[in-house]
């Protein structure tokens, strides 16, 4: 029998502890368990055959810790073909009349994803797809993947078991006492991202106690349509007279995991500490119950790789910043691989409180599948916002759905076939919701009669992929009104009908009805107060447009949305003012702040003042006022470059501190940033000096001193290339080759990393050998750095760009 | 004896500014401007934070100049000494958690002044919850009429940093409080700790207030702080 049939109709029994019994057995502090599949194959046996003999109907491998990083290839290989061939033989060997299936287990690899830790997300599926492919010619019958405690790695491994098999998968996962994973996902966030890809059962394991997991499982009921499974601790471990006992006893934990039975859980067995007399004790309790059954759940969820975003009454603000169309500076920043200011741009509007980030970078002559790749995986790993990938390219939409952390908005998918065709088996192996726009072969309907019937064409299709209609967001699509005075009726009924006959949620790009038109923000914000007082679920649209906001705001408060109109008098109060700036303020008189960098304050102009003063925000409007006036390049050599100059020699003599410095360089940055959108100018115009190229070399991840070398670097006018961190001494090599870099910064923080910035100098000596070298890092000292064989140790950033500078002048 | 790594989790430590500032870079008495950016990062830090420990108590095993502490053998004199007159040792890590990663990295990007603090921060965060922790070894010690000495981590003198790969086998680091290591010895969470307190024989013994005092890293960056 198939275990996915059997769980539909029987309360499913899972087996208990391993780890902690093997330990009773003999097993070594620091010892790997799943040598003993081969080194004591009988007490593994016998320990499997006890939990068939309590009554499980899963037993599972003991094969938790099995992977490529803990054992060569080879030994991994005997290892997991023994441990199902002990599995198997137990299972002969019990005399249990149940149904009975073997788990190939899974665990966690024992290393975190990039970009926190080292592993590759593509390493990682890599890795557990060699499990994956020895336990299916090993002939199980099922996947258990547990007790993961990050997203990310669960989704990795998720994806390994659904490309190297087809067999079912179990995904359970470890929460904390915040019910959160490790890395911070909820409960919610997980069911999302999990369904979506398809697992057939997902839940919790580890950590706690049966009631004490029980929020989560709660959770897990609430928004799950899979059967749920739960394999908890016999709670928390302590030592009494030397031997370690758990403090839940086998009739307690049976009793607190079968009343879960009854709100829902259908597949239930223990984790540490639990032993077969606790399976037993369970399956006693649970024997004759028959599953509740809990429906098909109806949440349309996307979700980050904290938390999910759930489509409901009280619409969505879908950020629409980060894409280049109709965006000088975004053009710009994408050809340049500016990735900062593409991050900047997020980070923006989710202060701005928007829910969801669109992400779009399709510009001609870019690779738009590394591109998407990239942007995702930079914004994933600084904004916990769900994201919307947002492009017309398959290719670069299956790269962003693979990387993304989570389950996205897809954005978009129509009702023509070859967009179906394409897009919905993406959504079906990587999940997601889609975003469909009512428009086929034959164009936007005129009426909301023709949207609706393709409105019905992708559900049914959907319907075909296993998506289903809650995973489809409709966007009836809004035209411009001076083309056609009757567009925007059609797009109100639609999205008012959409919600009343299909039970979709709608989503609109607000902006477009204007189009043409003067004045286009009191056309989008009236519109937009129609379009949510039709029903309208999400906007994508632009979080620092007053108007809408107000719009939003004031809908929410007037819709009992809004308790006590907190959020609508937080906006007026806090946020509005910041977005109708006032007419520009005089700086204040220089205080005492950074008095010690200032040597003759009646010297001082405002823009220098405000960045001596380390305030980037009037740095900025300051530079605003000027523009107009005066030469950009004036403003930066007789204003921006004798301020920082001040900084920092008050730096260098010792009278300014870090902090400072680097308040002073971003707010010179922001006067920058002033001047580079309102010219248009590429660093070039800034009488750029020599590029540079830096990065953290291969096995370090630390990166503060990098960025704060960059910072500086910029702002005295280098053409800073960043490769980033844990960079791979190849790539840097050939980043300098191709730019031929007179510098190379390579930064290093651990002794551990200091060979791979050795490796890297030698290649750079052999293959640039016109390129400088000069290196920073905690570990280093002038004595290391030449040993290395580099040209420069440079004890600070200041001393990067001061040495920068001689290097420059030698050209 | 039974071997049981155990798990726990701390109350967020009480903030200790002078700590954030001298690893900050700051002087001691930072300008207003610094205050302000420090004290605004620590908000927006502290919800981030989890205080995370697993550890085990085992014996010491000497033979022949080497340690055996359960995780192999381990040659490093400076380890030796510092256990000495010692029987069993705490073994432990200790994070606060991914989130301040998230912080450092996200101004990092946008804002390296912040960036900073919010590393200052996190060292101050996890040394706190190292000192919490410490501090409760040091109560179970005495309540035992023993007592315990400095706290020594992987990386000191020439305790090298490979043995962080034994001790992360042995405390199931990854499944007990989410941490990792990767290739270079490093740990992500970035903020966390390994270390071994020795449990002593001799009740008068007490570990760690003066850190620095006992550090023999005498070129350590943070030395200098004061000279600033």
Same mark, same amino acid.
């Given at each position: 029998?198939?275990?996915?049939?059997?769980?539909?109709?029987?309360?499913?029994?899972?087996?208990?502890?391993?780890?902690?019994?093997?330990?009773?057995?003999?097993?070594?502090?620091?010892?790997?368990?799943?040598?003993?599949?081969?080194?004591?194959?009988?007490?593994?046996?016998?320990?499997?055959?006890?939990?068939?003999?309590?009554?499980?109907?899963?037993?599972?491998?003991?094969?938790?810790?099995?992977?490529?990083?803990?054992?060569?290839?080879?030994?991994?290989?005997?290892?997991?073909?023994?441990?199902?061939?002990?599995?198997?033989?137990?299972?002969?060997?019990?005399?249990?009349?149940?149904?009975?299936?073997?788990?190939?287990?899974?665990?966690?690899?024992?290393?975190?994803?990039?970009?926190?830790?080292?592993?590759?997300?593509?390493?990682?599926?890599?890795?557990?797809?060699?499990?994956?492919?020895?336990?299916?010619?090993?002939?199980?019958?099922?996947?258990?993947?547990?007790?993961?405690?990050?997203?990310?790695?669960?989704?990795?491994?998720?994806?390994?078991?659904?490309?190297?098999?087809?067999?079912?998968?179990?995904?359970?996962?470890?929460?904390?006492?915040?019910?959160?994973?490790?890395?911070?996902?909820?409960?919610?966030?997980?069911?999302?991202?999990?369904?979506?890809?398809?697992?057939?059962?997902?839940?919790?394991?580890?950590?706690?106690?049966?009631?004490?997991?029980?929020?989560?499982?709660?959770?897990?009921?609430?928004?799950?349509?899979?059967?749920?499974?739960?394999?908890?601790?016999?709670?928390?471990?302590?030592?009494?007279?030397?031997?370690?006992?758990?403090?839940?006893?086998?009739?307690?934990?049976?009793?607190?995991?079968?009343?879960?039975?009854?709100?829902?859980?259908?597949?239930?067995?223990?984790?540490?500490?639990?032993?077969?007399?606790?399976?037993?004790?369970?399956?006693?309790?649970?024997?004759?119950?028959?599953?509740?059954?809990?429906?098909?759940?109806?949440?349309?969820?996307?979700?980050?790789?904290?938390?999910?975003?759930?489509?409901?009454?009280?619409?969505?603000?879908?950020?629409?910043?980060?894409?280049?169309?109709?965006?000088?500076?975004?053009?710009?920043?994408?050809?340049?691989?500016?990735?900062?200011?593409?991050?900047?741009?997020?980070?923006?509007?989710?202060?701005?409180?928007?829910?969801?980030?669109?992400?779009?970078?399709?510009?001609?002559?870019?690779?738009?599948?590394?591109?998407?790749?990239?942007?995702?995986?930079?914004?994933?790993?600084?904004?916990?916002?769900?994201?919307?990938?947002?492009?017309?390219?398959?290719?670069?939409?299956?790269?962003?759905?693979?990387?993304?952390?989570?389950?996205?908005?897809?954005?978009?998918?129509?009702?023509?076939?070859?967009?179906?065709?394409?897009?919905?088996?993406?959504?079906?192996?990587?999940?997601?919701?889609?975003?469909?726009?009512?428009?086929?072969?034959?164009?936007?309907?005129?009426?909301?009669?023709?949207?609706?019937?393709?409105?019905?064409?992708?559900?049914?299709?959907?319907?075909?992929?296993?998506?289903?209609?809650?995973?489809?967001?409709?966007?009836?699509?809004?035209?411009?009104?001076?083309?056609?005075?009757?567009?925007?009726?059609?797009?109100?009924?639609?999205?008012?009908?959409?919600?009343?006959?299909?039970?979709?949620?709608?989503?609109?790009?607000?902006?477009?009805?204007?189009?043409?038109?003067?004045?286009?923000?009191?056309?989008?914000?009236?519109?937009?107060?129609?379009?949510?007082?039709?029903?309208?679920?999400?906007?994508?649209?632009?979080?620092?447009?007053?108007?809408?906001?107000?719009?939003?705001?004031?809908?929410?408060?007037?819709?009992?949305?809004?308790?006590?109109?907190?959020?609508?008098?937080?906006?007026?109060?806090?946020?509005?003012?910041?977005?109708?700036?006032?007419?520009?303020?005089?700086?204040?008189?220089?205080?005492?702040?950074?008095?010690?960098?200032?040597?003759?304050?009646?010297?001082?102009?405002?823009?220098?003042?405000?960045?001596?003063?380390?305030?980037?925000?009037?740095?900025?409007?300051?530079?605003?006022?000027?523009?107009?006036?005066?030469?950009?390049?004036?403003?930066?050599?007789?204003?921006?470059?004798?301020?920082?100059?001040?900084?920092?020699?008050?730096?260098?003599?010792?009278?300014?501190?870090?902090?400072?410095?680097?308040?002073?360089?971003?707010?010179?940055?922001?006067?920058?940033?002033?001047?580079?959108?309102?010219?248009?100018?590429?660093?070039?115009?800034?009488?750029?000096?020599?590029?540079?190229?830096?990065?953290?070399?291969?096995?370090?991840?630390?990166?503060?001193?990098?960025?704060?070398?960059?910072?500086?670097?910029?702002?005295?006018?280098?053409?800073?290339?960043?490769?980033?961190?844990?960079?791979?001494?190849?790539?840097?090599?050939?980043?300098?080759?191709?730019?031929?870099?007179?510098?190379?910064?390579?930064?290093?923080?651990?002794?551990?990393?200091?060979?791979?910035?050795?490796?890297?100098?030698?290649?750079?000596?052999?293959?640039?050998?016109?390129?400088?070298?000069?290196?920073?890092?905690?570990?280093?000292?002038?004595?290391?750095?030449?040993?290395?064989?580099?040209?420069?140790?440079?004890?600070?950033?200041?001393?990067?760009?001061?040495?920068?500078?001689?290097?420059?002048?030698?050209? | 004896?039974?071997?049981?790594?155990?798990?726990?989790?701390?109350?967020?430590?009480?903030?200790?500014?002078?700590?954030?500032?001298?690893?900050?870079?700051?002087?001691?008495?930072?300008?207003?401007?610094?205050?302000?950016?420090?004290?605004?990062?620590?908000?927006?830090?502290?919800?981030?934070?989890?205080?995370?420990?697993?550890?085990?108590?085992?014996?010491?095993?000497?033979?022949?100049?080497?340690?055996?502490?359960?995780?192999?053998?381990?040659?490093?004199?400076?380890?030796?000494?510092?256990?000495?007159?010692?029987?069993?040792?705490?073994?432990?890590?200790?994070?606060?958690?991914?989130?301040?990663?998230?912080?450092?990295?996200?101004?990092?990007?946008? =804002? #390296? &002044? $912040? +960036? *900073?603090?919010?590393?200052?921060?996190?060292? @101050?965060?996890? %040394?706190?919850? /190292?000192?919490?922790?410490?501090?409760?070894?040091?109560?179970?010690?005495?309540?035992?009429?023993?007592?315990?000495?400095?706290?020594?981590?992987?990386?000191?003198?020439?305790?090298?940093?490979?043995?962080?790969?034994?001790?992360?086998?042995?405390?199931?680091?990854?499944?007990?409080?989410?941490?990792?290591?990767?290739?270079?010895?490093?740990? =992500? #969470? &970035? $903020? +966390? *700790?390994?270390?071994?307190?020795?449990?002593? @024989?001799?009740? %008068?013994?007490? /570990?760690?207030?003066?850190?620095?005092?006992?550090?023999?890293?005498?070129?350590?960056?943070?030395?200098?702080?004061?000279?600033?």
């Amino acid at each position: 029998m198939d275990v996915r049939e059997y769980i539909k109709n029987n309360i499913t029994l899972l087996d208990g502890g391993m780890g902690t019994l093997l330990q009773a057995a003999g097993l070594k502090p620091g010892e790997y368990p799943e040598r003993w599949n081969i080194s004591h194959s009988q007490v593994i046996v016998n320990l499997q055959k006890a939990y068939f003999d309590a009554g499980s109907n899963i037993v599972c491998t003991n094969t938790f810790g099995a992977n490529g990083l803990k054992f060569e290839k080879q030994e991994l290989e005997e290892i997991i073909r023994a441990a199902v061939s002990n599995a198997k033989l137990a299972r002969e060997q019990s005399k249990g009349t149940q149904e009975k299936f073997i788990a190939l287990d899974i665990g966690p690899c024992g290393k975190l994803l990039k970009p926190y830790g080292d592993l590759e997300f593509e390493d990682a599926v890599t890795l557990f797809k060699e499990v994956v492919n020895i336990g299916v010619k090993s002939e199980v019958d099922l996947i258990l993947i547990e007790t993961m405690n990050d997203s990310y790695e669960t989704k990795a491994a998720l994806l390994a078991a659904k490309e190297a098999s087809s067999l079912p998968v179990f995904v359970s996962n470890a929460y904390g006492e915040d019910s959160k994973l490790m890395t911070g996902a909820s409960p919610a966030a997980m069911v999302a991202m999990l369904e979506g890809m398809h697992a057939d059962a997902i839940g919790v394991n580890c950590s706690l106690g049966p009631n004490a997991l029980k929020p989560v499982i709660r959770e897990y009921l609430k928004y799950a349509s899979v059967p749920v499974l739960m394999k908890p601790n016999a709670g928390l471990p302590k030592i009494e007279n030397g031997i370690t006992v758990f403090d839940i006893t086998p009739e307690e934990f049976a009793e607190e995991v079968s009343s879960l039975v009854g709100e829902g859980l259908r597949i239930c067995g223990g984790c540490c500490g639990t032993t077969p007399e606790y399976i037993s004790l369970l399956r006693k309790k649970t024997e004759g119950l028959k599953p509740v059954d809990t429906g098909e759940k109806n949440h349309t969820l996307v979700s980050s790789y904290t938390h999910a975003v759930e489509f409901c009454d009280v619409p969505l603000l879908i950020g629409e910043r980060i894409n280049p169309t109709g965006k000088k500076r975004f053009k710009q920043a994408l050809i340049e691989n500016d990735m900062d200011y593409i991050l900047t741009e997020g980070i923006s509007q989710q202060d701005m409180g928007v829910h969801i980030l669109d992400v779009n970078v399709g510009l001609p002559d870019i690779d738009e599948e590394d591109m998407m790749r990239r942007v995702v995986s930079e914004l994933q790993a600084v904004i916990n916002l769900p994201l919307q990938i947002d492009t017309s390219n398959a290719r670069a939409m299956e790269a962003g759905l693979r990387i993304y952390n989570g389950k996205p908005l897809v954005n978009s998918v129509n009702g023509k076939k070859e967009s179906m065709e394409a897009i919905f088996p993406l959504i079906q192996k990587y999940g997601g919701v889609a975003i469909a726009l009512t428009l086929d072969e034959n164009g936007i309907p005129a009426t909301a009669d023709g949207r609706i019937e393709i409105a019905k064409k992708i559900l049914n299709k959907a319907k075909e992929y296993g998506i289903s209609a809650k995973d489809i967001v409709f966007d009836p699509l809004a035209l411009t009104i001076s083309a056609d005075g009757g567009a925007a009726l059609a797009t109100l009924e639609s999205l008012e009908r959409i919600r009343k006959e299909l039970g979709c949620y709608t989503s609109l790009g607000v902006s477009n009805i204007s189009f043409g038109l003067p004045s286009r923000d009191a056309v989008n914000s009236t519109f937009f107060a129609n379009a949510l007082e039709r029903g309208l679920s999400a906007a994508i649209m632009n979080p620092f447009s007053a108007d809408m906001l107000k719009v939003y705001f004031a809908h929410k408060a007037l819709h009992g949305m809004d308790e006590a109109c907190e959020t609508y008098i937080d906006f007026m109060t806090n946020i509005l003012p910041g977005l109708c700036p006032k007419e520009q303020e005089k700086p204040e008189s220089a205080g005492n702040a950074q008095g010690g960098a200032v040597s003759d304050e009646n010297d001082i102009t405002p823009l220098k003042k405000a960045i001596i003063k380390g305030l980037k925000d009037q740095a900025g409007s300051v530079t605003k006022g000027l523009i107009g006036n005066a030469d950009p390049l004036d403003i930066i050599q007789s204003e921006i470059i004798p301020a920082l100059d001040i900084v920092g020699k008050g730096y260098e003599e010792k009278r300014v501190y870090l902090p400072q410095l680097l308040m002073s360089a971003e707010a010179a940055k922001a006067a920058f940033e002033v001047i580079k959108s309102a010219a248009g100018v590429k660093n070039e115009n800034r009488n750029t000096k020599s590029t540079c190229v830096i990065a953290t070399v291969a096995g370090d991840i630390h990166d503060i001193g990098k960025n704060i070398v960059k910072l500086l670097l910029e702002n005295y006018g280098f053409n800073v290339i960043d490769l980033g961190k844990d960079v791979p001494s190849d790539d840097i090599v050939e980043a300098v080759i191709k730019e031929h870099a007179p510098i190379c910064g390579l930064s290093a923080l651990m002794t551990t990393t200091v060979p791979a910035m050795h490796e890297t100098i030698v290649k750079l000596r052999e293959k640039a050998p016109w390129c400088r070298v000069v290196v920073g890092g905690a570990v280093l000292n002038r004595d290391y750095a030449s040993s290395i064989g580099s040209d420069k140790y440079a004890k600070d950033a200041m001393e990067t760009v001061r040495y920068a500078e001689t290097v420059d002048e030698e050209k | 004896m039974a071997f049981q790594v155990m798990t726990k989790n701390f109350e967020a430590p009480p903030v200790n500014p002078s700590e954030i500032f001298r690893y900050a870079f700051c002087g001691k008495n930072p300008a207003e401007d610094v205050r302000i950016l420090a004290m605004a990062s620590v908000e927006e830090a502290l919800p981030v934070c989890s205080y995370k420990v697993c550890y085990v108590r085992m014996p010491i095993i000497r033979e022949e100049g080497a340690l055996d502490l359960g995780f192999g053998k381990i040659k490093s004199e400076g380890l030796y000494s510092n256990l000495e007159g010692c029987n069993e040792a705490v073994i432990f890590a200790a994070t606060i958690g991914i989130g301040m990663d998230r912080l450092i990295s996200k101004y990092g990007r946008i =804002s #390296p &002044s $912040k +960036s *900073v603090m919010m590393q200052a921060i996190g060292a @101050e965060r996890i %040394e706190a919850l /190292c000192d919490a922790f410490n501090r409760e070894i040091d109560m179970e010690a005495c309540s035992e009429g023993k007592g315990t000495v400095f706290r020594y981590s992987p990386g000191y003198r020439d305790f090298s940093l490979t043995y962080q790969r034994g001790i992360f086998d042995l405390l199931k680091c990854n499944t007990a409080i989410g941490l990792s290591l990767n290739d270079s010895m490093l740990m =992500s #969470p &970035s $903020k +966390s *700790v390994t270390a071994i307190i020795g449990i002593s @024989e001799d009740p %008068e013994q007490r /570990c760690s207030k003066e850190k620095c005092e006992r550090c023999d890293k005498k070129d350590c960056e943070f030395r200098f702080w004061e000279k600033r």
